[in-house]
């Protein structure tokens, strides 16, 4: 009976409990919709930092991270083929990519700059497709002194592609060493900072400019980003002579975006709270006070206050429950329509390119926003059905 | 003796004045008195009828109920006394607008956790016994003011209380309606041998019943006994 009350109650007054259940309904629908950007975001950065850039894995000589390297490459992978045939027996790996990171000065023979190139293996660098070319032809895979340039680089060292450079570093003996190569093509990763300075260059050409036979490390690719802990527990028992670092250890930018975007969502979640506190518990008091006679009626026939108090928390929970049922429903349906709209977002700071609005709307948003709309909904209620419920019968009854 | 009220007074405060709504007012009640009780405006009716019904505390004196010292305990540690042993009818009806005629009159039941087929038995039994069975599924704002008071009687008798306070219960109705209801509880009274008190202005009211208390300025000036029942 007291939820039947506290049911009926709730379409007493229609245009009042629809203005508050618009409250709860916009609320969650923000909630939802915010939620679903911040999941596919996180989601999007994920994948893409873990397939164009770090690997889900990176497999260092054991030692690398906890000395300091006196000359280039000092704890560098030895073995690399061995290495890579024990990895990519493991079905859960897509693939290995071996890298190397080297600086040093760049010259077009009137200025110089310096430089941080990535030497990778050309065929493996095009399957994880982390740059856009913007002239000439990717990394050929059999010309060892071909480079790409960031776009920034490029400008700066005024080429284009067929045109020529000098790079010049220190060797693993710790010599100085240069060598001339063709710009093949030119790049953007999407970050101007890195775009300035970037070079890629086949892991050969690196090898020879470096005078080894090395690499730094091996990137390993998974089918699935789920499997990475496994993998490298995996990894660790059988190749002792190995440190790894997963992606998460390496995607710093990755984690900050998480924690501000989290942050942000906190702070929404609280001011959406905070409206549906409010009004919930301005419609409920409204209510109360509307019905003071009622309440005395049903405390003269002996209904104890506790039995009062949960009428008007039913109330809350009521017009929460039904509020967050339209909310999932309204929030969904917007989210799919603006996930079909195809809406594009200005390029965020420090990014040259923009990217698609969309919202991945995982259960646990829709869940979370009717959990914060009831919850709320219930606690605005508290307080007023506490004053119902110790309200003087006498006085309640005399109102008019 | 069903009520026993020994030197019972009232005093409240209406802004910076002092009222005394009661002054040493002594009374019983006996099972199965039909009693009105009669005064103008702000003789001390309803004060008495609220203090008898356990939703107002005494200032002074002593309240007996059914055998149990009302005064000496807290009003909202009286809720089951309320439930078990009274029954009221107001003069506005008080029926809860969101129900039917039908759960307005099943709700003391729920409050004494009677199972769902008697509450059904008796809920349909009271509804028929105060003639407006056929109105069940109405809700209050369905119904004539007649219908609900009827309604309200069902809803305190239903509960089968050994007293029913009733304040001004013919006040809102017009005199042919009121006579019905009038008839209908004492009909009630004569039949189940329920205890009524009604404060009342009504002379039709006051004919009615066998016994009439009169007050005047808090105080009781008349209690007799009617010379036919």
């Given at each position: 009976?007291?939820?039947?009350?506290?049911?009926?109650?709730?379409?007493?007054?229609?245009?009042?409990?629809?203005?508050?259940?618009?409250?709860?309904?916009?609320?969650?629908?923000?909630?939802?919709?915010?939620?679903?950007?911040?999941?596919?975001?996180?989601?999007?950065?994920?994948?893409?930092?873990?397939?164009?850039?770090?690997?889900?894995?990176?497999?260092?000589?054991?030692?690398?991270?906890?000395?300091?390297?006196?000359?280039?490459?000092?704890?560098?992978?030895?073995?690399?083929?061995?290495?890579?045939?024990?990895?990519?027996?493991?079905?859960?790996?897509?693939?290995?990519?071996?890298?190397?990171?080297?600086?040093?000065?760049?010259?077009?023979?009137?200025?110089?700059?310096?430089?941080?190139?990535?030497?990778?293996?050309?065929?493996?660098?095009?399957?994880?497709?982390?740059?856009?070319?913007?002239?000439?032809?990717?990394?050929?895979?059999?010309?060892?002194?071909?480079?790409?340039?960031?776009?920034?680089?490029?400008?700066?060292?005024?080429?284009?592609?067929?045109?020529?450079?000098?790079?010049?570093?220190?060797?693993?003996?710790?010599?100085?060493?240069?060598?001339?190569?063709?710009?093949?093509?030119?790049?953007?990763?999407?970050?101007?900072?890195?775009?300035?300075?970037?070079?890629?260059?086949?892991?050969?050409?690196?090898?020879?400019?470096?005078?080894?036979?090395?690499?730094?490390?091996?990137?390993?690719?998974?089918?699935?980003?789920?499997?990475?802990?496994?993998?490298?527990?995996?990894?660790?028992?059988?190749?002792?002579?190995?440190?790894?670092?997963?992606?998460?250890?390496?995607?710093?930018?990755?984690?900050?975006?998480?924690?501000?975007?989290?942050?942000?969502?906190?702070?929404?979640?609280?001011?959406?709270?905070?409206?549906?506190?409010?009004?919930?518990?301005?419609?409920?008091?409204?209510?109360?006070?509307?019905?003071?006679?009622?309440?005395?009626?049903?405390?003269?026939?002996?209904?104890?206050?506790?039995?009062?108090?949960?009428?008007?928390?039913?109330?809350?929970?009521?017009?929460?429950?039904?509020?967050?049922?339209?909310?999932?429903?309204?929030?969904?349906?917007?989210?799919?329509?603006?996930?079909?709209?195809?809406?594009?977002?200005?390029?965020?700071?420090?990014?040259?390119?923009?990217?698609?609005?969309?919202?991945?709307?995982?259960?646990?948003?829709?869940?979370?926003?009717?959990?914060?709309?009831?919850?709320?909904?219930?606690?605005?209620?508290?307080?007023?059905?506490?004053?119902?419920?110790?309200?003087?019968?006498?006085?309640?009854?005399?109102?008019? | 003796?069903?009520?026993?009220?020994?030197?019972?007074?009232?005093?409240?405060?209406?802004?910076?004045?002092?009222?005394?709504?009661?002054?040493?007012?002594?009374?019983?009640?006996?099972?199965?008195?039909?009693?009105?009780?009669?005064?103008?405006?702000?003789?001390?009716?309803?004060?008495?009828?609220?203090?008898?019904?356990?939703?107002?505390?005494?200032?002074?004196?002593?309240?007996?109920?059914?055998?149990v010292d009302v005064t000496a305990v807290p009003l909202h540690r009286l809720a089951a006394t309320r439930r078990d042993t009274l029954g009221y009818i107001f003069q506005t009806f008080n029926l809860i607008p969101v129900l039917t005629a039908y759960?307005?009159?099943?709700?003391?039941?729920?409050?004494?956790?009677?199972?769902?087929?008697?509450?059904?038995?008796?809920?349909?039994?009271?509804?028929?016994?105060?003639?407006?069975?056929?109105?069940?599924?109405?809700?209050?704002?369905?119904?004539?003011?007649?219908?609900?008071?009827?309604?309200?009687?069902?809803?305190?008798?239903?509960?089968?209380?050994?007293?029913?306070?009733?304040?001004?219960?013919?006040?809102?109705?017009?005199?042919?309606?009121?006579?019905?209801?009038?008839?209908?509880?004492?009909?009630?009274?004569?039949?189940?041998?329920?205890?009524?008190?009604?404060?009342?202005?009504?002379?039709?009211?006051?004919?009615?019943?066998?016994?009439?208390?009169?007050?005047?300025?808090?105080?009781?000036?008349?209690?007799?006994?009617?010379?036919?029942?």
């Amino acid at each position: 009976m007291t939820a039947r009350i506290a049911f009926r109650n709730v379409f007493r007054n229609r245009r009042r409990s629809a203005i508050t259940l618009l409250v709860i309904v916009f609320g969650a629908v923000g909630l939802i919709l915010f939620g679903g950007y911040k999941q596919q975001t996180f989601r999007g950065l994920r994948e893409s930092t873990i397939r164009s850039r770090l690997g889900h894995l990176q497999i260092y000589k054991r030692g690398f991270a906890s000395n300091e390297a006196k000359k280039p490459l000092e704890y560098g992978l030895d073995d690399v083929a061995a290495l890579r045939r024990a990895v990519e027996s493991d079905k859960r790996v897509k693939m290995t990519a071996a890298q190397i990171t080297l600086m040093g000065l760049v010259s077009n023979g009137d200025k110089s700059e310096t430089f941080i190139a990535t030497a990778v293996e050309p065929l493996k660098e095009k399957q994880m497709n982390g740059y856009r070319l913007v002239g000439g032809t990717d990394l050929p895979a059999n010309e060892p002194d071909a480079v790409l340039v960031g776009r920034g680089l490029a400008t700066s060292m005024h080429v284009k592609a067929g045109d020529y450079l000098t790079l010049m570093t220190t060797t693993t003996a710790g010599s100085l060493n240069a060598t001339d190569v063709r710009v093949a093509g030119i790049f953007m990763s999407g970050i101007k900072e890195f775009d300035d300075r970037a070079v890629k260059m086949p892991i050969a050409g690196a090898q020879q400019l470096l005078q080894t036979k090395k690499v730094e490390r091996l990137i390993v690719m998974l089918n699935d980003t789920d499997d990475t802990a496994a993998v490298r527990a995996d990894l660790a028992r059988t190749q002792p002579q190995i440190e790894m670092k997963s992606w998460s250890e390496l995607a710093s930018f990755y984690h900050q975006v998480v924690m501000l975007y989290n942050g942000i969502f906190g702070f929404l979640g609280l001011i959406v709270s905070a409206i549906v506190v409010f009004s919930v518990a301005n419609t409920i008091l409204m209510s109360i006070f509307e019905r003071t006679r009622e309440i005395g009626t049903l405390m003269a026939m002996g209904t104890t206050r506790a039995r009062i108090a949960r009428m008007f928390l039913a109330e809350g929970v009521v017009i929460g429950v039904l509020g967050a049922i339209a909310g999932v429903v309204g929030g969904a349906l917007l989210a799919s329509l603006i996930n079909r709209g195809h809406v594009m977002l200005p390029p965020p700071p420090g990014y040259t390119v923009g990217y698609p609005l969309r919202m991945l709307l995982t259960p646990s948003i829709l869940l979370t926003a009717a959990f914060i709309s009831i919850v709320t909904a219930t606690i605005s209620s508290i307080v007023p059905a506490l004053k119902a419920s110790r309200m003087n019968v006498v006085d309640a009854l005399g109102h008019i | 003796m069903l009520v026993s009220l020994t030197n019972v007074s009232k005093s409240y405060r209406l802004g910076r004045v002092g009222v005394r709504a009661l002054d040493a007012v002594d009374l019983d009640v006996a099972r199965g008195d039909f009693l009105a009780l009669a005064g103008p405006s702000g003789s001390g009716k309803t004060t008495l009828l609220n203090l008898i019904g356990c939703i107002d505390k005494p200032s002074g004196g002593r309240i007996v109920l059914d055998g149990v010292d009302v005064t000496a305990v807290p009003l909202h540690r009286l809720a089951a006394t309320r439930r078990d042993t009274l029954g009221y009818i107001f003069q506005t009806f008080n029926l809860i607008p969101v129900l039917t005629a039908y759960e307005n009159v099943e709700y003391p039941l729920l409050l004494q956790n009677v199972g769902r087929r008697e509450r059904d038995a008796r809920v349909r039994r009271w509804l028929d016994q105060v003639g407006i069975a056929a109105q069940a599924q109405q809700r209050p704002d369905q119904l004539s003011g007649g219908q609900r008071q009827r309604v309200a009687i069902a809803r305190a008798m239903v509960a089968e209380p050994k007293l029913i306070l009733a304040d001004e219960p013919t006040a809102n109705l017009d005199s042919d309606t009121a006579a019905h209801i009038l008839d209908l509880l004492a009909k009630l009274n004569a039949e189940t041998g329920t205890t009524f008190v009604f404060a009342t202005h009504d002379p039709a009211v006051m004919s009615r019943a066998q016994r009439l208390v009169r007050l005047h300025d808090g105080r009781i000036s008349e209690n007799a006994h009617a010379l036919v029942a």
